[in-house]
């Protein structure tokens, strides 16, 4: 049973550069062919898709995140983290990670973890 789990801070103030990390068990990051994703979803809205890292280590971001966004990964450790920079209110949200396994079909998610941006 592969499981996720989101850690980093609740709080950041804005113009910080947020960063999360999702820890994996049961499953290596590396196995073929599946993408470890950053997902999240604002208050009141839908879910947003961010970007990930695949299994070969290689990005891609949605283009609405791109210019501030990056995911990295640590084999060592099984996790992959996600930087967002320059955060307004507006980044204010519940972010997941996911196993995605194709085009927007994702089959695990951790629990989410609530980022509120806030001087």
């Known amino acids: 049973q592969v499981q996720l789990q989101e850690s980093g801070p609740g709080l950041v103030k804005p113009s910080q550069t947020l960063s999360l990390t999702c820890t994996v068990s049961g499953g290596s990051i590396t196995t073929n062919y599946y993408y470890w994703t950053w997902i999240r979803q604002p208050p009141g809205k839908g879910l947003e898709y961010i970007g990930y890292?695949?299994?070969?280590?290689?990005?891609g971001y949605s283009p609405s995140f791109k210019s501030r966004t990056s995911i990295s990964r640590d084999t060592s450790k099984n996790q992959f983290t996600l930087h967002l920079s320059s955060v307004t209110p507006e980044d204010t949200a519940v972010y997941y990670c996911?196993?995605?396994?194709?085009?927007?079909?994702?089959?695990?998610w951790g629990q989410g973890t609530q980022v509120t941006v806030s001087s």
């Open positions: 996911a196993r995605g396994v194709t085009n927007n079909v994702y089959d695990y």
């Open positions: 890292i695949a299994y070969t280590g290689g990005t």
